[in-house]
């Protein structure tokens, strides 16, 4: 081998060790020189990449997740109960191209599922344009039948190839039926649909957010390489006024009433009459807004306020109102009701009772029709048109209700009115009211005098907790004296306690005002009116002395004989009523003279058949009914001024009695008959009294009292 001397550069060799020839050497330097020129394009790809990437490639390395919140809650007065809210379910699919028998398996999953064989065969044998199977199709969405979602299991084992089930998020309803025409529904597309869902979407619906990022080769999310980052925006949740018990009772007894009276449609309300604040409104039929699919549009209407009816013999508080305030007639004016018949504009009016020259009072208390024209002639057609607008007849009453939902009725312009209309409007026909507008008319009755405007929207909370909305009521719109609305009130007391309420309107522990309405429906010729259709109405307050709430009931075409307000709504009244004071812990309350209308007895004493005052106590399922009521709900009076009755007198006045070692029956008799309000804690026997025996009556506001069911000894209370 040739010897290299110093300085000299080694010649290139192959791996034997001979030096390269001229053609090895001319292909090395080609080589590289290759791999050098790659070696340069790599760095200048990864410079425009890294620094001036395309759209294309960007789009490739950026991955977009939409970010979600859950819409508002809607809860009721007390922000307590959901009357509704979000429930996530499960929703089922299949890969049909994975089912080698689908019709075994639309006979093994359909009936686990409600759903029907063939139809659910028919959708997993569908074909692509093609020829091929899909490879996605819907076996049932938004499963929420408890033994559905348990069948679910089975039928991921049976069929884990093929199936796969997603969680998706539905409004859900949790008190179903309750308050479900106010309420309204949002559909399966997550779009509001009626009621105060659509009327307060902007509050209640959610804002999606964006989140946006670059992502490694396996397409996962950078977070040190965020793009764009915006947070969803949960909806607001809305309390409204509405109490899902009171609500419920309505809907309960409406409903018992339909069917007892074989009857196609009933309406109720209930009311604040001071604030115009709704503790329950009801449409029946019902529906429930979590299947909402299942039922017409027509059931789904809320007719408590798109539908009007002719309210007969309650609408006749306007014109008694009108007379009194302008001076012409007081509860004494006789009135001569012409044994019963009477043509004052050539079409004779009849009264069920014909009676001769009475009092206004028994005109009113006895619902005359002959009565009621003669005063309204008194007023003439000007006057009464302007004190029919004024009890707000003609017009919506509520601004909660979406544009257009509301009815204003029909209430003719003066220009518009027959030689009939004198005769017929002061009696409730030849007009059309929605029950909110009969209930606010009573309200302006039991309120001293003001029309509120109802409402059942009380504010709107944001995630942060401020209010985006909080109710305010308007200006106050005095429409008569306050003195004009106190004999109207003891006009309505005395149609329930003697008139065409008596009996069936009353309530045991509170004095009742109110009246009631017959009115025949429009003939469905739409000419003239039906012989045997009727609208039935019963609308009033209690109690009589301070009424803390109105209540206005309406039920259709009841088939039955005694077709009369009185008859088919006052019990609903009643109930309802009852119901609702005892939950506002109202006190039972004083009982109206029937003669005078002045307070002279306690509501647990009732005149006897021979005149003597007799002492009548509730029954023990009636202390059971109210102690269950009452227990642990007696809040603040708010001011409520109580009437008692005379305890027993001692020097300074009545002294609070020592209850210890009472029954509940004996300690609620005892502060009953003082009129003290109570807050029993606990079951069985007096164990411990606040204030204590001794204390001055006229100081007591509210007696709290301990049971317990071991009776107390006669040392239990010795510290020693």
Request: with cysteine.
């Given at each position: 081998?040739?010897?290299?001397?110093?300085?000299?550069?080694?010649?290139?060799?192959?791996?034997?060790?001979?030096?390269?020839?001229?053609?090895?050497?001319?292909?090395?330097?080609?080589?590289?020189?290759?791999?050098?020129?790659?070696?340069?394009?790599?760095?200048?790809?990864?410079?425009?990449?890294?620094?001036?990437?395309?759209?294309?490639?960007?789009?490739?390395?950026?991955?977009?997740?939409?970010?979600?919140?859950?819409?508002?809650?809607?809860?009721?007065?007390?922000?307590?109960?959901?009357?509704?809210?979000?429930?996530?379910?499960?929703?089922?699919?299949?890969?049909?191209?994975?089912?080698?028998?689908?019709?075994?398996?639309?006979?093994?999953?359909?009936?686990?599922?409600?759903?029907?064989?063939?139809?659910?065969?028919?959708?997993?044998?569908?074909?692509?344009?093609?020829?091929?199977?899909?490879?996605?199709?819907?076996?049932?969405?938004?499963?929420?039948?408890?033994?559905?979602?348990?069948?679910?299991?089975?039928?991921?084992?049976?069929?884990?190839?093929?199936?796969?089930?997603?969680?998706?998020?539905?409004?859900?309803?949790?008190?179903?039926?309750?308050?479900?025409?106010?309420?309204?529904?949002?559909?399966?597309?997550?779009?509001?649909?009626?009621?105060?869902?659509?009327?307060?979407?902007?509050?209640?619906?959610?804002?999606?957010?964006?989140?946006?990022?670059?992502?490694?080769?396996?397409?996962?999310?950078?977070?040190?390489?965020?793009?764009?980052?915006?947070?969803?925006?949960?909806?607001?949740?809305?309390?409204?006024?509405?109490?899902?018990?009171?609500?419920?009772?309505?809907?309960?007894?409406?409903?018992?009433?339909?069917?007892?009276?074989?009857?196609?449609?009933?309406?109720?309300?209930?009311?604040?009459?001071?604030?115009?604040?709704?503790?329950?409104?009801?449409?029946?039929?019902?529906?429930?807004?979590?299947?909402?699919?299942?039922?017409?549009?027509?059931?789904?209407?809320?007719?408590?306020?798109?539908?009007?009816?002719?309210?007969?013999?309650?609408?006749?508080?306007?014109?008694?109102?009108?007379?009194?305030?302008?001076?012409?007639?007081?509860?004494?004016?006789?009135?001569?009701?012409?044994?019963?018949?009477?043509?004052?504009?050539?079409?004779?009016?009849?009264?069920?009772?014909?009676?001769?020259?009475?009092?206004?009072?028994?005109?009113?208390?006895?619902?005359?029709?002959?009565?009621?024209?003669?005063?309204?002639?008194?007023?003439?057609?000007?006057?009464?048109?302007?004190?029919?607008?004024?009890?707000?007849?003609?017009?919506?009453?509520?601004?909660?209700?979406?544009?257009?939902?509301?009815?204003?009725?029909?209430?003719?312009?003066?220009?518009?009115?027959?030689?009939?209309?004198?005769?017929?409007?002061?009696?409730?026909?030849?007009?059309?009211?929605?029950?909110?507008?009969?209930?606010?008319?009573?309200?302006?009755?039991?309120?001293?005098?003001?029309?509120?405007?109802?409402?059942?929207?009380?504010?709107?909370?944001?995630?942060?907790?401020?209010?985006?909305?909080?109710?305010?009521?308007?200006?106050?719109?005095?429409?008569?004296?306050?003195?004009?609305?106190?004999?109207?009130?003891?006009?309505?007391?005395?149609?329930?306690?003697?008139?065409?309420?008596?009996?069936?309107?009353?309530?045991?522990?509170?004095?009742?005002?109110?009246?009631?309405g017959t009115a025949q429906m429009l003939a469905k010729s739409g000419r003239g009116y039906s012989k045997d259709r009727y609208t039935t109405v019963f609308a009033g307050f209690a109690p009589v002395s301070d009424p803390k709430v109105v209540c206005a009931i309406v039920i259709k075409e009841p088939m039955i004989r005694e077709h009369w307000g009185g008859f088919v709504c006052g019990p609903v009244f009643r109930d309802v009523v009852r119901d609702a004071l005892i939950r506002l812990n109202v006190p039972a309350d004083q009982k109206y003279d029937e003669e005078v209308g002045v307070v002279t007895a306690s509501v647990s004493e009732e005149q006897g058949a021979d005149g003597d005052t007799i002492t009548e106590r509730l029954s023990e399922a009636d202390i059971l009914e109210l102690e269950l009521a009452m227990e642990g709900q007696l809040e603040s009076l708010d001011g409520l001024e109580l009437l008692r009755s005379d305890g027993d007198v001692v020097e300074g006045g009545a002294l609070l009695p020592d209850l210890m070692g009472l029954s509940k029956r004996q300690a609620y008799e005892a502060l009953s008959d003082l009129g003290i309000p109570w807050d029993p804690q606990g079951v069985g026997w007096v164990i411990s009294q606040n204030p204590a025996a001794g204390t001055p009556v006229s100081i007591v506001q509210l007696c709290a009292l301990e049971f317990s069911r071991k009776k107390l000894e006669?040392?239990?209370?010795?510290?020693?």
């Open positions: 081998m040739k010897r290299r001397r110093p300085g000299e550069k080694a010649e290139p060799q192959s791996p034997c060790g001979e030096p390269l020839s001229a053609p090895q050497r001319r292909r090395l330097r080609l080589m590289l020189a290759c791999f050098l020129a790659g070696f340069v394009l790599v760095v200048i790809r990864l410079h425009f990449v890294h620094l001036l990437p395309n759209a294309k490639l960007s789009e490739n390395l950026v991955a977009e997740k939409p970010l979600t919140a859950p819409r508002g809650d809607i809860l009721d007065r007390n922000a307590k109960l959901k009357l509704a809210t979000n429930r996530e379910v499960p929703s089922l699919s299949v890969d049909p191209s994975k089912l080698s028998d689908p019709r075994r398996f639309a006979e093994s999953v359909a009936p686990r599922l409600g759903l029907d064989v063939d139809v659910l065969f028919q959708r997993v044998s569908q074909r692509t344009a093609s020829g091929k199977p899909f490879q996605f199709k819907w076996v049932k969405r938004w499963i929420r039948e408890e033994a559905q979602v348990l069948a679910l299991a089975d039928l991921m084992i049976e069929w884990e190839d093929a199936l796969a089930v997603k969680k998706e998020l539905i409004r859900h309803y949790p008190q179903r039926t309750a308050a479900s025409h106010l309420l309204g529904y949002v559909n399966r597309n997550g779009d509001a649909s009626e009621g105060l869902e659509l009327s307060f979407d902007k509050h209640l619906r959610s804002e999606d957010g964006i989140y946006k990022a670059r992502t490694d080769g396996k397409r996962r999310m950078l977070e040190s390489r965020v793009l764009e980052y915006s947070p969803a925006k949960a909806g607001e949740v809305v309390q409204l006024t509405i109490d899902v018990n009171m609500q419920q009772k309505l809907e309960l007894e409406l409903d018992k009433r339909l069917i007892a009276c074989n009857a196609s449609q009933g309406m109720g309300v209930l009311m604040d009459p001071d604030t115009g604040a709704i503790y329950a409104l009801a449409t029946r039929p019902a529906y429930d807004p979590n299947f909402y699919d299942d039922y017409p549009a027509e059931q789904r209407r809320n007719k408590a306020i798109t539908d009007y009816f002719e309210p007969g013999s309650a609408f006749k508080i306007v014109t008694a109102a009108a007379a009194i305030e302008e001076g012409l007639i007081t509860q004494s004016t006789l009135i001569d009701c012409e044994n019963g018949s009477f043509n004052p504009y050539g079409h004779r009016i009849s009264d069920f009772h014909k009676f001769g020259v009475i009092p206004f009072s028994k005109c009113f208390e006895e619902s005359s029709n002959i009565a009621i024209i003669k005063v309204a002639k008194m007023l003439g057609p000007e006057r009464l048109d302007q004190w029919m607008r004024s009890f707000g007849f003609g017009e919506t009453t509520s601004h909660d209700f979406s544009t257009g939902a509301e009815s204003p009725g029909i209430l003719r312009t003066r220009k518009n009115w027959n030689g009939l209309s004198m005769g017929s409007l002061p009696m409730g026909q030849e007009i059309g009211v929605t029950i909110l507008q009969l209930a606010r008319a009573f309200a302006a009755v039991a309120n001293g005098g003001i029309l509120v405007e109802p409402y059942f929207i009380e504010r709107a909370i944001a995630s942060d907790n401020t209010f985006t909305y909080q109710h305010t009521a308007p200006e106050a719109r005095r429409i008569m004296s306050e003195s004009t609305a106190a004999i109207m009130r003891d006009l309505c007391h005395r149609v329930v306690l003697n008139g065409t309420a008596k009996d069936r309107a009353n309530i045991k522990e509170y004095s009742v005002g109110g009246k009631t006669p040392d239990d209370d010795d510290p020693s």
